[in-house]
Structure formats: structure tokens, C-alpha cells
């Protein structure tokens, strides 16, 4: 009966969420949703979901906390070498015929691979004619992805990314340093959209060459994925690009819409008629 109980008071919960702050966390993985919850309780000794649920219900404070909690932000510049290593050798010739290109990094969390993406496209002479849309639905990370600022301490693992990606240059030379951290120069980040963008909730509003959306779909149910799948096929020229993280997929009911291009890593391409 604890166990019912507890499911109950999520089900509660999320449905507040979605009521009061417009997230909508409702189809999510509940095993992944559940652990996040339980976590956030075991830190702030809270007893139950219930008086977790109280609190965040009369302080925003504690809402906010926990919205910071269900957001994914797991990533890192260069993530998966391999997948940008084949961007630039697959996908990179087809962006060159394109006059103005648009890119689109859809739960981009604190902004890593959009710095990534950017400095790929600079290499291959294209970032002058792209914008870069990134979006998330955290307010918190987006702010910090606008500030191009990451730990100093991480730029030796993203320095070997950057070279197993095919860099062709000096990765030090991107950004600036004080003792703390890495700031990536404006010549990088003028080419950057950030805004708020939910997809659970939200639609397309554009049309783009290539979106990226790793590693985000594996936390929806199928129902939400399937959502999730229209509204980037929707967003996506003819003969776009589709980014799928190395453990995601095209759905069965999605496949009639897209053909894979670089299967291994997840890159796939939409139809023309599709």
C-alpha cells in the first residue's frame, strides 16, 4: 500500500508542477522522475512526497529547486567524438549548399554542444552563415549557457574530445581563462540563440537544416516520444538532419518519415516527402 500511496503523491505532484509552473513532467520515465524526487527528499530530510509537495507548493524557492532536479543536464563539449567526427564528415557537405543554415539543439542543458557545434562550423567555414538555435526548458541553464563560462578543470577531458572530434586547431584558442574557469570568445557565441523551449509542451517554430536532440528522448514514455518525433519532423526542411543520442532510435511509427544516414551514430535523415 506505501508503494501506491507514493506513486499517488507523484502523480500529485506533477500534476501541480504542470498547474502552477507550466512544466510538464507528467509523461516522463517515472523510475527516472521517482529516483530525482527521492533524492531531492534524502538531501532535505523530507519524510514524505507529500510535504515535499507542500513545500514547493508555498515557496518558490523550493519549486524552483526541484524543477532544477527534474531537468536533465547531463553533457559535456565534444560528447561522443565519434558523432561530431561523422557530423563534420557527412553532414557538413550538405549544410555548404545551403545559403543561410539553421541548427537547432533542442534540450541543450548548460549549452556544451552548442559551443561544440559552434566551433566545428567555424573550422569548416560555415558559422558566418549559421544561427544556432539553442533551447531548454531550464531558465538556470540556459543563463549559463549564454555565458559561455565552464570549470577550467574540465578543459583537458574536452581538449581530447575536441581532437577525437577532428579539431583542426588549437582548442585553447576558443576561449580565455582566469583561475577558475574557461570563457569561450564572443566570435563564438554571436552565432547563439538561447531560449526557453519545452518540448513536452511546446511546437516548432522554425524550419532547420540539421536539429540535435541527444540523449533527452530517452527519458519520455512512448506516448511523449511520439510527440516529441512530429514536432522535430515538423521542424526540419526536406532532406534535414536529425541527431539522435547513441542510446535513442526512430520509433516504429515514426520510420516512414526519416532513413538512416549514419546509423552507428544515430543520424538520421528526413524524407523528402515526409
Known amino acids: 500500500m506505501s508503494e501506491e500511496i507514493e506513486e499517488l503523491e507523484i502523480d500529485l505532484m506533477l500534476e501541480a508542477i504542470y498547474r502552477v509552473k507550466g512544466f510538464d513532467f507528467r509523461q516522463y520515465l517515472r523510475s527516472s522522475l521517482r529516483r530525482r524526487i527521492l533524492h531531492r527528499m534524502q538531501l532535505d530530510h523530507v519524510p514524505t512526497v507529500s510535504a515535499l509537495l507542500d513545500r514547493i507548493l508555498h515557496d518558490e524557492q523550493w519549486m524552483n529547486k526541484l524543477l532544477e532536479d527534474l531537468s536533465i543536464k547531463v553533457t559535456e563539449m565534444f560528447r561522443d567524438p565519434g558523432f561530431f567526427l561523422a557530423f563534420r564528415k557527412f553532414v557538413v557537405p550538405h549544410l ?105 509542451t511546446d511546437g516548432s517554430f522554425n524550419e532547420f537544416h540539421a536539429i540535435l536532440c541527444r540523449n533527452v528522448l530517452i527519458y519520455f514514455d512512448t506516448e511523449l516520444q511520439n510527440r516529441v ?19 535513442e532510435t526512430i520509433l516504429a511509427a515514426q520510420q516512414k518519415r526519416f532513413v538512416e544516414d549514419q546509423p552507428e551514430w544515430r543520424i538520421y535523415r528526413k524524407y523528402a516527402n515526409g
Open 229 to 247: 518525433f512530429n514536432v522535430l519532423a515538423d521542424s526540419l526542411t526536406y532532406d534535414g538532419y536529425l541527431a539522435l543520442g547513441c542510446k
Open 96 to 200: 555548404r549548399m545551403q545559403e543561410q543554415i539553421r541548427i537547432w539543439h533542442a534540450g541543450c542543458a548548460t549549452g556544451e554542444e552548442v559551443y561544440s557545434m559552434a566551433i566545428l562550423l567555424d573550422e569548416e567555414g560555415l558559422l558566418d552563415r549559421t544561427i544556432i538555435y539553442a533551447t531548454d526548458m531550464s531558465k538556470d541553464a540556459i543563463d549559463g549557457a549564454k555565458a559561455g563560462r565552464f570549470p577550467l578543470k574540465k578543459m583537458q577531458a574536452y581538449t581530447r574530445n575536441y581532437l577525437q572530434a577532428g579539431g583542426k586547431g588549437e582548442f585553447s584558442s576558443y576561449y580565455c581563462t582566469n583561475r577558475t574557469h574557461a570563457y569561450f570568445h564572443d566570435t563564438i557565441k554571436q552565432r547563439m540563440v538561447f531560449a526557453q523551449h519545452n518540448l513536452a
